[in-house]
């Protein structure tokens, strides 16, 4: 059975802080892995996408590594802001389209 | 673009009642998914469609549920009868094919329905 697990379920830093959110996925064989962003109450918003090809994507403050022979991904967010407060899911799609989503890290920036 | 748009945003109904979810993907993507949201499961895909055509549908709960894609601009989820155990944010999100985003899933705000 294909599995993606985050942890921590649920993570608070200071403001400012560096942090790193887990993905990890049982099976290695990627097509690629997919970073969302869920704010409460609303739908899901694509942050990075690695494709399988790649090792890292970057966009502004956010690192997103893929290291497929482990099977884990990372997302490091710099600088963290309490508007980067939010619930982190990462999703895997292997052969087929599907996309296999963890349950997500719910990230508290405290001011 | 406006991205993925679905209806209704909210939707409150008895049980028995036949529920139909509407989804508009984004213009020029190839795939749409159907995910349900619960606290218990996570995001669970229902089905999926490439080219209007269902691809895989081993997600869907049960008989009751589903799903229709006439044109590559519309989708519908049905639900018919709904039960309480139905209540979940339900998602449609669309996926292009080709170029540097191939592959990236771009999602709805989702439609919350209640069955009481």
């Known amino acids: 059975k294909q599995e993606v697990t985050q942890i921590p379920a649920a993570l608070s830093v200071p403001e400012g802080e560096n942090l790193v959110l887990n993905c990890s996925f049982t099976d290695s064989a990627i097509y690629n892995l997919q970073w969302f962003r869920q704010d409460p109450g609303k739908g899901l918003t694509s942050l990075l996408l690695i494709q399988s090809s790649q090792r890292e994507q970057t966009s502004g403050r956010l690192n997103a590594s893929l290291d497929k022979s482990s099977g884990r991904s990372t997302l490091y967010i710099a600088a963290s802001q309490p508007g980067d407060s939010a619930t982190y899911l990462c999703a895997r799609r292997g052969g087929s389209e599907k996309l296999v989503f963890g349950k997500g890290t719910k990230l508290t920036v405290n001011p | 673009d406006a991205g993925v748009i679905q209806s209704p945003r909210h939707e409150v109904t008895e049980m028995g009642q036949e529920v139909t979810l509407r989804c508009k993907p984004i213009s020029g993507h190839n795939s749409l998914f159907w995910y349900r949201q619960t606290m218990m499961r996570g995001l669970e895909l229902l089905i999926y469609?490439?080219?209007?055509?269902?691809?895989?549908d081993s997600g869907m709960p049960e008989d009751r549920f589903s799903a229709k894609m006439p044109n590559a601009s519309f989708s519908t989820l049905k639900i018919q009868p709904s039960e309480p155990r139905d209540s979940a944010v339900y998602f449609c999100?669309?996926?292009?094919?080709?170029?540097?985003?191939?592959?990236?899933?771009?999602f709805g705000e989702g439609s919350r329905l209640t069955v009481l």
């Open positions: 469609f490439n080219n209007n055509v269902p691809i895989d």
């Open positions: 999100a669309s996926s292009p094919r080709g170029g540097i985003n191939t592959g990236e899933l771009f």
